[in-house]
């Protein structure tokens, strides 16, 4: 009820801010080309008049370092209110990273030259709904959603994300390191990481594989020569057995501790390949953002 | 494939406890001066071979007795007096034999003989008598002392220090440091 009661101030506040004769200036910046797109804008959107610039080109990049980045470009805002007589600067961005769609959106108040409103998506294989995300963002701020756009949302959209299993998860990647080293890595798609944690433990094996080789040799060897040793009493004899048997005692207390040292480095780094595991296991790329929920990001207006 | 990871790492740490094993670095020979040396007997030492044996009623008992010295400090010697006690009441005394330190000079066969009058000790004497070898160095055997069984039990045979004698050809008196003797336990 609360979040209902927060829902309609924030709406009925944004539907004050923008009024039916509201100006924009609309600066888009796609790394693929969008057809049409602002011919959509006006199409959808005929009581605001827009205009487009795309000659803005590094602006709002470096937004999120600001200590207060909502009144960063207020004077370039100011301007840019000015030089074309609108209301407000509406910013749109969209990148796409391997099979993921970065949209980000930004609604500039020329009269202040404060930011008022913001927007993030992060999404996995949302393929053409760029165009409908575009038209849901101008329509939030406008307040003039139509339900064929929630609707065309919802039908690409996961809407139960709390109910969402992952099909790979950090444990899973723990579990499957712990039990071969690298296989935990090599699951949550790091091949590098994978082959090097295989290298170092495959290593450290047998290493102490040939040292505890070597330690059981030595072993048996001056057990054989302390029997020699005392089944003679030729002088010579004993001395060469005796020679024998305390370089061999001395081989086996080396690889005795080689092998402890060796053994205790491989145990502590299959562990710690499992652990490496778990922190860089596969999780989601980012939160995910549930319409109608004011996020920490976006500035009050 | 967590089974054959078990299996692994259950081994690593088989193998791992296996590796804690050292063995204790036991020398005790007696015709090894160093041992001798480790239990505080300074070289030459008069020793029997081997330090113990447990045998059976029916069983011989032999018993070899050595002088050792120090390789790097052997004095030649010409002469030798060893007075050997034994407990005549577990075992008797059978045969004596030359070492084979004395007897494998084929130049010169040195006087060996020996005194026994049915007691508890018996003395063995050799001398080299001839002019090609004068005497002999370093460690070696002296003589084999055979003895049967005549009860069960254990105890040791001795040399006795006092009246162990070497001497050089010319008749100078080697000095003896230490004895070890020998343990028999007949079951």
Known sequence: MKALLYRIIFLSTLALAFDQDATYLVLNHFDKPLPDIDQTLIDNFNNSSFSFDRSVDTLFDDLDEDDNPASKYMIDIKDFGETHRVNYVLFNKIKHIGDRLIIEGMLFNTRSGGLIHRRKINVQNY????VNELRLWVGETKNQIQKEWEKERESIMFLNPEEISYEKTPMGAALRSLAVPGWGQAYSGNSLSAGLWAVLELSLSLAFISSYNNYDSSSKSYLQNR????ATDDEKEVSAYRSSAEKDWNDHVMYSKLAIALASTTITGWVSNSVHAWVFGPRPYTNIYQKGIPQSTIPKG | MRILSGVIVSSFAVLT????????KIFDNPIDFKANEDIGIDAPTLVFYPK?????QTDSILVGSFIVFKEDSTEPFSGLHLKIEFPNDLI?????????????TSQSTPLFTYTYDDGNSVDIYAYFLGTTKLDIDGTGHLADLVFSPLATGSDSINYD???????????QEINIEGIRGAEIIIE
């Open chain 1, 127 to 130: 393929d053409n709904a760029s």
């Open chain 1, 227 to 230: 029997k020699l040793y005392d």
């Open chain 2, 17 to 24: 406890l296996c590796a804690c094993t050292i063995y204790d």
């Open chain 2, 52 to 56: 113990s044996q447990t045998l059976i």
């Open chain 2, 92 to 104: 008797e005394l059978d045969t004596i034999l030359p070492g084979q330190f004395i007897t494998d």
């Open chain 2, 161 to 171: 220090m006092s009246e162990c004698t070497f001497i050089d050809h010319q008749d």
